[in-house]
């Protein structure tokens, strides 16, 4: 990283000591400041162009400053900044929940908004829970999650407690409530020579061997669909949320999917529901929500469990929850011209090339002798960096060749998450297909010497 400029060097000495960033060892942490984004492009404080190619953290879809959005949140500002949803809302608000039930799958139809995708998740738990408690044929003891090893739900601790990643949450342990894990149906834990429907049946098998004995107990099953990207973007054979949700209906457990991450167009499809061809008890939707413009999220049920929620104030039914900033207009401004953006811009319509161009390219990667597990789900791009291919002998973490790899695309213009033992790709979805080879490059060289270079 080059020294600060002198006019800089106050602004990063706040930025390592005043700003506490997420996840971060601030003992280490190396201020990176992006002063202009246009596109697919940050531009930092030393006026470096660099390609972002983990879209803001899965949230860009448009790419930064797109005039549309940019206008709706002026808009929208110019009209009320904000108003409390206890007991009234905005009329921007209201669309925004209308326009949501038009494009989720059929039979969610009631959304409850929040600011990040944590909290949209604690909303669906807790009103599953509730669910339980006032439905027609209540169960009391259905108080528990079915969740997957190595989720990733967000950092508070509902969301913490239905998460598997240790790293991020051991720690809190003695804090977070008990849940039946299982692992994950990760394609690269099939036995030799199990593909299609026979993997897909494996990894339900087991679900099902679960739910035999506990479906009694458990209130609701909490999965991001098709991709874990936290753990490692593990990914699931295709039609495994399909046979999920056969398998939740069968033993009367409620399904909430996540779809913060995946959610606007990521995989492919709009949601994975969709490539599923399913409808959840719950989706929560954050980050792409607004194409990751301003914090806003969404908690989406059915009917079903909304009625239960009904009766008079004295029932004691309605939703113990709520944000202050919950359904702020500008957000709802923000979402609803990032919607208007998919079908003015054929968003998904303009997908099909540039996820094979980026399937090219990861086939091309997937012939290094230190790259393993090289995966593709639409618009995602994973792969391992292992020592040896052979035996899948992973590098030594204090090799740090995936943040080797970042740092390298850094040089060549690419801002990639650095990860410790693997790289991935999530572009915004407006990408081009040359700016896809410029990325595509600059991993690739990432891999070529940060591997080299372990050795
Ligand atoms: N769910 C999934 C699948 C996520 O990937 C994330 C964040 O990365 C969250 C929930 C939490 O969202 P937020 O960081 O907005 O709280």
Not at 142 to 154: D, M, N, P, S
Not at 178 to 198: F, I, K, N, Q, T
Not at 311 to 324: I, M, P
Request: net charge negative.
């Amino acid at each position: 990283m080059p020294d600060p400029p002198e006019h800089l060097k106050e602004l990063y000495h706040w930025d390592r000591t005043n700003h506490w960033h997420a996840f971060t060892q601030m003992a280490e942490y190396e201020p990176l400041v992006i002063e202009q984004a246009d596109g697919v492009w940050m531009v930092d404080s030393h006026g470096r162009r660099l390609l972002d190619g983990a879209s803001s953290m899965w949230c860009n879809v448009h790419g930064h400053n797109h005039p549309a959005i940019n206008s709706a949140i002026e808009g929208q500002l110019h009209r009320v900044a904000h108003v409390t949803t206890l007991g009234m809302t905005s009329d921007t608000t209201v669309k925004l929940a209308k326009r949501l039930v038009d494009i989720v799958p059929t039979g969610l139809e009631h959304v409850f908004f929040s600011s990040d995708g944590s909290s949209a998740n604690e909303v669906a738990l807790k009103a599953a829970f509730q669910y339980w408690l006032q439905c027609d044929d209540p169960q009391p003891q259905k108080t528990r999650y079915l969740t997957f090893g190595q989720a990733y739900h967000g950092d508070t601790l509902g969301a913490a407690s239905v998460g598997g990643i240790g790293k991020f949450h051991d720690l809190f342990q003695p804090l977070l409530f008990e849940v039946v894990r299982m692992p994950s149906p990760d394609s690269r834990r099939l036995p030799p020579g199990l593909a299609g429907e026979a993997a897909v049946r494996y990894f339900l098998d087991e679900v099902e061997e679960v739910l035999k004995e506990q479906a009694d107990t458990l209130a609701a099953i909490v999965i991001e669909p098709m991709v874990q990207g936290a753990a490692g973007m593990v990914m699931q054979p295709p039609g495994f949320v399909r046979g999920l949700r056969e398998l939740a209906t069968r033993y009367d457990v409620l399904l909430i999917v996540d779809e913060v991450a995946t959610g606007f167009g990521r995989t492919g499809s709009m949601f994975v529901c969709d490539a599923e061809g399913i409808s959840p008890d719950f989706m929560t939707l954050g980050k792409g929500l607004t194409s990751g413009y301003l914090p806003m999220a969404a908690t989406i049920t059915t009917k079903k469990i909304w009625e239960t929620f009904l009766g008079d104030s004295e029932s004691g039914r309605a939703l113990y929850h709520g944000h202050t900033f919950s359904g702020n207009p500008i957000c709802a401004a923000a979402a609803l011209a990032s919607i208007d953006l998919f079908e003015e811009e054929q968003t998904l319509e303009k997908l099909p090339p540039k996820i094979e161009r980026l399937g090219e390219r990861l086939a091309t990667l997937a012939e290094h002798p230190h790259v393993a597990h090289a995966r593709q789900r639409g618009m995602i791009v994973a792969m391992d960096l292992v020592q040896d291919k052979q035996t899948g002998e992973p590098f030594p973490t204090k090799a740090r060749v995936g943040q080797r790899v970042a740092e390298i695309a850094l040089d060549h213009g690419v801002w990639l998450r650095p990860r410790a033992n693997m790289t991935y790709a999530i572009p915004p979805l407006a990408i081009s297909l040359e700016e896809i080879d410029l990325l595509m490059d600059a991993m690739t060289a990432g891999v070529q010497q940060a591997t080299a270079a372990a050795q």
